[in-house]
């Protein structure tokens, strides 16, 4: 009966306590929906930088995307402009094949020495291919240089940046002839020495091989007229030119199988031979 006893009064003691919560709830309901209306204010105005932040993570994880999206459209772009430059020197240089009138022989640079004053190139193509050393290499847009030792299957090139190179020219549509060389500076810069002052030459004026000398045919661009300048003392200009064939971006090109001809080279002999 005692036990009995011992648990109405917790039962009776814990509607006591649900009653008076009840009532205090009832009493102060205003109050709870302030402290309510507080807690959403206070979650609204923190829930603000945090929504902040995780827009700020979205658009970091966009650009990122974007900028990979990038750098492979820039590669694959930079793929295409090199394939339509390949495209456009090859098509230039069958073109320059079907017109000249010597037999060309197509070769690729295969080595290049372009910072030493003697200065040389190779190409894949020799005595198997009949390329015989004194030929001149071109490409599509002018003279590159001459061939200067031959084997069985590479040849060794004098490029027009060399201290040696000289070639004999002349000023297209005049009559001015001289001789081209490499002054030993600038990359692409080139001299024209021995011209007359009295014929007129304006920058602009292009300049190429005039056939003389019998070591070149004549017709093959070399260069363009930058500047004339009259030599101290003498009755001659010098022309500054800069050539049309850039030797550090050179990848392909020909070896034009001109061979001297023999009646003159016999002459020139036998007037060393007098002399």
Known sequence: MRQIADVKDYIITAFILLLAISMMVSRHDGGLQNLRKISVATLSYLEQPLSNIRVYRQAVSTNSYLH??????????????????????????????????FPLVPVKIVAKDLISM?????????????????????????????IIISQ??????????????????QIQD????????????????????YV?????????????TSGFGNQYPAGIPIGEVTRVEPDEGIQTQTIYLEAFTDLYTIAEGFVVQFNPDTTITNLNAEQQELF
């Open 174 to 193: 005049s009559r001015a002839y001289g001789i081209v060389s490499w002054p030993d500076r600038g990359a692409r810069e080139l001299v024209m020495l």
């Open 196 to 208: 007359p002052e009295t014929i007129p030459v304006e920058p602009g004026q292009l300049v190429q």
């Open 118 to 146: 003697n200065s040389s190139m190779t190409v894949n193509a020799g005595l198997s291919d009949g390329v015989e050393p004194g030929m001149p290499v071109i490409n599509s847009d002018g003279l590159v240089g001459q």
């Open 68 to 101: 990979r999206q990038n750098i492979l459209l820039q590669d694959e772009l930079s793929r295409l402009r090199s394939v339509e430059q390949q495209n456009r020197i090859l098509r230039s240089l069958l073109n320059l094949q079907q017109e000249s009138n």
């Open 152 to 169: 069985n299957n590479f040849s060794q090139v004098l490029p027009y940046s060399n201290s040696m190179f000289r070639v004999s020219a």
